[in-house]
């Protein structure tokens, strides 16, 4: 699926919406929590919280290097069995409901992605999480799409949502 624009103010997103934009390599993702921008801010920042939630149930996720600041940097690791999947990158600024980062899958170390997530305050304690990846190139972005990267993002955000619900955060 493809876009062009950000979704109006009356879509919500219970699930996470992953799209690709038609015009540039890049893809959107948009994800409505019922916290506080702060709750989920410290979800993607927090090394211990971000490594119980990220990726698919099937894996087990690592912190290798977690300097989650401006200028920082990261490394984690995710296994299922004997399988790894290492992914690193830097955070160019974190701030209080933006963090700028590059991401990068170990297995191809000359794709790297700029990515940004805002989170916007809905009211009511609720949260829209939107995030931009942009790629080198179409085929970087349809290979990014291709990998089971939704698999991941909505099984890691039910995750993060049932954290959220048990007042973990």
Request: aromatic content about 10%; hydrophobic content about 35%.
């Amino acid at each position: 699926m493809t876009t062009t624009q950000s979704p109006d103010s009356s879509t919500r997103f219970p699930e996470a919406a992953i799209l690709a934009d038609e015009h540039v390599p890049a893809v959107h993702i948009w994800r409505d929590f019922d916290a506080r921008v702060e709750q989920v801010v410290r979800a993607h920042t927090d090394a211990d919280l971000f490594a119980q939630w990220i990726g698919p149930d099937s894996l087990t996720t690592t912190i290798d290097e977690w300097s989650c600041r401006t200028n920082g940097a990261y490394r984690y690791v995710s296994r299922r069995g004997e399988e790894e999947y290492a992914f690193r990158g830097t955070f160019p600024f974190v701030g209080e409901d933006k963090i700028v980062q590059t991401f990068t899958w170990e297995g191809m170390p000359e794709a790297v992605a700029l990515e940004t997530l805002t989170f916007e305050d809905l009211g009511d304690g609720r949260t829209r999480l939107h995030g931009f990846s942009i790629c080198d190139s179409f085929e970087a972005r349809d290979q990014m799409l291709a990998s089971g990267m939704e698999v991941g993002i909505h099984e890691g955000y039910a995750k993060l949502d049932r954290m959220l619900g048990a007042g973990d955060l």
